[in-house]
């Protein structure tokens, strides 16, 4: 069974930055597309960042411009740079593949945005 291994959280003040990491106990990142995700308290969990198997990336939603995604097949990781976080980027971050069926949810990593 696959496990996905989220770190690198924590509390950063607004303008502040963060690099989260994404494991897995499976070499499954060079055959899936690949996401992260977060949740925030009393919301649906959303989709903020992608990776394809090439390495082509999306952003849909407010993050465009100050989050960045990567991957490295090699290591079975997947990163996702956070800039310029505001208070509202406040959430548990997931990684997880795009496609369905998804592998069972890590533990997340909470990212705290406050001064």
């Known amino acids: 069974q696959v496990q996905l291994v989220e770190s690198g959280g924590g509390l950063v003040q607004p303008g502040g930055s963060l690099r989260l990491s994404c494991a897995a106990s499976?070499?499954?990142?060079?055959?899936?597309?690949m996401g992260w995700y977060r949740q925030a308290p009393g919301k649906s969990r959303e989709l903020v960042a992608t990776?394809?198997?090439?390495?082509?990336?999306n952003y849909p939603g407010s993050v465009k411009g100050r989050f960045t995604i990567s991957r490295d097949n090699a290591k079975n990781t997947v990163a996702l740079q956070m800039n310029s976080l505001k208070p509202e980027d406040t959430a548990v971050y997931y990684c997880?593949?795009?496609?369905?069926?998804?592998?069972?949810w890590g533990q997340g990593t909470q990212v705290t945005v406050s001064s």
């Open positions: 990776v394809s198997n090439q390495g082509s990336t």
């Open positions: 499976g070499s499954i990142f060079s055959t899936h597309a």
């Open positions: 997880n593949v795009l496609t369905l069926p998804q592998f069972p």
